[in-house]
C-alpha cells in the first residue's frame, strides 16, 4: 500500500478495482470506513477520505443511516476516466514522440499491429 502516493488514493484506487472487475457491482455496499481502516492498518479519517473521493466523483453514494454504496453506473464512470488516464499517460506521449521522430499515426499503427502479432 506504499508506492508514494497518499494511502488516501490508493484506498479509492482499490476500491475503484473492484468495481471494475465486478467483484463490487453496482448497488453492493461498499466496505466501511473502519473496515478499510483495519484492513489497511490506517486511521479511519485516511480511509474516509478515500471514500469521500469515490462520493464526490459520483462513483459511491451515501445512504444516511445505511453505509456507503456502488452506484449506479459506477463501472462505466471508472472504465471512462480509466481510458481517459490512459490516453493521457501513454498515448500523448507516445504520439508525441512518434512527431519528434518523423512518425505518423498509420506507422504508429502498423507497429503496434506488428507488436501485437508476435
Request: charged content about 25%; glycine content about 8%; aromatic content about 6%.
Amino acid at each position: 500500500m506504499d508506492d508514494g502516493r497518499p494511502l488516501f488514493q490508493q484506498i479509492a484506487e482499490k476500491i475503484e478495482a473492484s468495481i471494475l472487475d465486478g467483484s463490487l457491482a453496482e448497488e453492493d455496499q461498499a466496505p466501511s470506513t473502519n473496515a478499510l481502516s483495519a484492513f489497511y492498518r490506517v486511521n479511519p479519517a485516511t480511509a474516509g477520505k478515500g471514500l469521500n473521493l469515490l462520493v464526490d466523483r459520483g462513483i459511491l453514494v451515501k445512504r444516511r443511516g445505511l453505509g456507503t454504496f456502488v452506484a449506479p453506473g459506477a463501472q462505466q464512470i471508472v472504465r471512462e476516466e480509466r481510458v481517459e488516464q490512459f490516453a493521457q499517460h501513454y498515448l500523448d506521449p507516445l504520439l508525441a514522440e512518434a512527431r519528434a521522430i518523423g512518425l505518423d499515426t498509420e506507422a504508429v499503427l502498423s507497429m503496434l499491429r506488428n507488436r501485437d502479432a508476435s
